[in-house]
């Protein structure tokens, strides 16, 4: 069974930065793609980043792209994401996914395992 731990949440001043991480264990992660997610209070989950897992190939959201970076250690079976030049409409509860597929997907439904989720804020 595929588990996602995600940490790394936190407040953070506008401008500021903040490192995500998600813990994955259950089987290897060949193959896969895995991504960030996030959902602001009476809001859609919206798509933030994806990367292949072996490749380490990423694709981004227009709104995160040049600010935000995507990565995974295949080591230990993390993948990351760094924030930097946080902006209030960051904030949200950012959730890690993974799907039995490389191919870069953008939509939750894509997605098999969830995270439980990390809360970030971002003070204006």
């Known amino acids: 069974q595929v588990q996602l731990v995600e940490s790394g949440g936190g407040l953070v001043q506008a401008g500021g930065s903040l490192r995500l991480s998600c813990a994955a264990s259950?089987?290897?992660?060949?193959?896969?793609?895995m991504a960030w997610f996030r959902q602001a209070p009476g809001k859609e989950r919206d798509f933030v980043a994806v990367i292949s897992w072996t490749r380490g190939t990423t694709y981004y959201a227009d709104s995160v792209k040049g600010r935000f970076t995507i990565s995974r250690d295949n080591a230990k079976n993390t993948l990351y994401l760094q924030m930097n030049s946080l902006k209030p409409e960051d904030t949200a509860v950012y959730y890690c996914?993974?799907?039995?597929?490389?191919?870069?997907?953008?939509?939750?439904?894509?997605?098999?395992?969830w995270g439980q989720g990390t809360q970030v804020t971002v003070s204006s």
């Open positions: 259950g089987r290897t992660f060949s193959g896969y793609a």
């Open positions: 996914a993974a799907r039995e597929n490389s191919g870069l997907a953008s939509y939750p439904r894509d997605y098999s395992y």
